[in-house]
């Protein structure tokens, strides 16, 4: 079954400590079946950072594969602070260079290969 980005929030909302396994989850799938419908149905905003950060990671995907984002997208609010996903102090000033707009955009900084997978 493809990961919708509804039903990864709920995944993540469950289960925040796997918080990177179930988006990833979802950007694999996207990635593999390029389907927009995945991202089409909004969620409901109920956790500030989380949100922020999933709009940006469906807005990149869909960017990435020459999809138009849903207009929802970009109604999700950017986070009340900047986040910093790495968590380490020395890879802040490489986050702020690196992040891809739509994540800067939001107050969130990652490293450039953040949805890159091996």
Same mark, same amino acid.
């Given at each position: 079954m493809k990961e919708?980005?509804?039903?990864?929030k709920e995944k993540i909302q469950k289960d &925040?400590?796997?918080w990177l396994i179930h988006l990833m989850d979802f950007v694999d799938d996207f990635?593999?079946?390029?389907? &927009?419908?995945?991202?089409?149905e909004p969620f409901p905003l109920t956790n500030n950072r989380y949100d922020a950060l999933l709009a940006a990671t469906a807005q990149y995907i869909c960017d990435e594969k020459g999809?138009? &984002?849903p207009s929802w997208l970009f109604q999700v609010p950017a986070c009340?602070? &900047?986040w910093f996903v790495s968590g380490l102090e020395n890879l802040? +000033?490489? +986050?702020?260079?690196?992040?891809p707009l739509a994540f800067r955009m939001r107050k969130i900084f990652v490293l450039e290969n953040?949805?890159?997978r091996v």
């Open positions: 919708t980005l509804k039903r990864t &925040p400590r796997h990635r593999y079946y390029k389907d &927009p419908g995945m991202v089409q999809l138009t &984002p009340k602070s &900047p802040k +000033a490489i +986050a702020l260079v690196e992040s953040f949805l890159t």
